[in-house]
């Protein structure tokens, strides 16, 4: 049992006697909050509208809140690669090969040594195609699963091309593949049939090569131990960050390093290499693509969002004055504010075939738009919306500046994402892929 000094005592019936909080104001008085029987202290009315835009309230415009200086940081961050729509060609091309660059600085590629080749473990076959367990060695004391779907009929004389698919989130490699989980905690029964991203390609004739995001499923930790999904990748991202090094550069790599082996089967077209991404999987499909200029299309599954909107607009509080919480910190590319975002980074992707099949803010398309124009490849880019958003009617603030003081849900609306319906949408990316890899 604690033992109470006699100063401790007089603090503890000082604050607490009839249930009141004692305090001092700015100005020095004391002033009395009401503590409810939890022990939470009541406050004045809180109006979030109030302090939905954050303000200074100087004269001199300057931030006594550190929230309020980070907030004039973001508004003034202005990307150094950012994609300028009045490029010439040549001007493109150059800027271009800069992006390149700053990527593969700052995605952090540590250099290994010669690393065993990747092992065979079995193979069960389905209609039209066999499923190969594989897994692979990216750097000392790491060992990485993966499955290979092949199609029938697929051998070094009739080579086929290769999509490597990058899931959602917590979505395992097996759900892409639409296989039985290793366990049953790694299940996600929303949109399973809608995600089964390499099924939906090996029965058409493509290999489909699904691994696991860093940390998820085979490549977590307890879990099949415990039952319980208690995924931390949190802790192990903050981690990397402290060896210098990130999540998103962690998992790029390894499938970076999957990429290498992956060239050398002889019943793989080099020239038709895929990058298929579903949410978190597209991010990491994104920086590849930048990286591997022998990719020659890219599946990005998901909305195209600004992470610098992201944070400067997402800013109205709650009841209790907590503001948006930021993207997972896995989504941090320590310095990548500094020279651009995403809609500049896929900009750079031009002219390689791409979809967008959950669209993105207008103002975003027609930038993009404009870089494969530049490169006379307009054929190349596909942009489907949400089905909700798919009508033009439906979306309210096309040509609207996306205002700052946004709740989670409003930030939403105007980037035109429907999140209850956020699965890979098969029945736009297959045909596209189909077409585009015709020989």
């Not at 992956?262 to 579903?278: A, K, M, N």
Request: aromatic share 12%; net charge neutral.
């Amino acid at each position: 049992m604690m033992k109470l000094t006699l100063p401790g005592l007089v603090l503890l019936f000082s604050c607490y006697t009839n249930q009141s909080y004692c305090k001092n104001d700015l100005n020095g008085n004391n002033s009395m909050n009401s503590v409810g029987k939890h022990g939470e202290i009541s406050a004045k009315p809180f109006e979030p509208d109030d302090y939905k835009i954050i303000t200074s309230d100087r004269a001199d415009g300057r931030y006594v809140s550190t929230r309020g200086f980070v907030q004039y940081l973001i508004r003034n961050q202005q990307p150094q690669l950012a994609f300028d729509p009045q490029f010439s060609k040549q001007e493109f091309l150059q800027w271009q090969k800069k992006v390149r660059e700053k990527m593969q600085e700052l995605m952090k590629f540590p250099d290994v040594t010669p690393q065993p080749l990747p092992k065979f473990l079995s193979s069960v076959k389905r209609e039209g195609y066999r499923v190969e367990k594989w897994e692979f060695y990216p750097q000392s004391g790491s060992v990485v699963p993966f499955l290979m779907l092949i199609p029938d009929g697929v051998s070094a004389e009739n080579p086929a091309p290769v999509a490597l698919c990058l899931p959602g989130s917590n979505r395992s490699k097996e759900q892409l593949a639409g296989e039985e989980e290793l366990n049953p905690v790694f299940a996600n029964s929303k949109f399973n049939d809608e995600n089964k991203m390499a099924k939906f390609y090996a029965q058409e004739g493509i290999i489909a090569v699904a691994v696991d995001n860093p940390g998820i499923a085979e490549t977590s930790d307890l879990e099949k131990y415990t039952g319980k999904i208690v995924y931390d990748r949190t802790t192990f991202t903050r981690y990397l960050i402290d060896m210098d090094w990130h999540y998103m550069g962690f998992s790029a790599f390894q499938s970076h390093q999957l990429l290498k082996w992956l060239r050398t089967l002889g019943f793989i077209d080099p020239e038709r290499i895929v990058l298929s991404g579903h949410s978190l999987g597209t991010v990491a499909a994104m920086y590849l693509a930048v990286l591997n200029q022998d990719v020659y299309a890219v599946v990005y599954n998901q909305c195209i969002t600004r992470l610098i909107d992201y944070a400067k607009v997402r800013t109205r509080p709650d009841s209790i004055g907590r503001r948006p919480e930021s993207s997972w910190l896995g989504h941090s590319v320590p310095g990548m504010w500094k020279w651009f975002d995403y809609p500049d980074i896929l900009a750079s992707l031009s002219p390689r075939p791409v979809i967008f099949s959950e669209g993105a803010t207008l103002s975003d398309i027609e930038l993009i738009k404009r870089a494969y124009h530049i490169m006379g490849a307009d054929a190349n880019l596909a942009v489907y919306h949400y089905p909700m958003y798919q009508d033009c009617r439906n979306r309210k603030h096309d040509y609207e500046t996306i205002p700052e003081g946004l709740d989670h849900k409003e930030f939403w609306e105007y980037y035109n994402i429907d999140g209850h319906h956020h699965y890979f949408k098969a029945d736009v990316v297959v045909p596209w892929l189909k077409d585009v890899l015709k020989p």
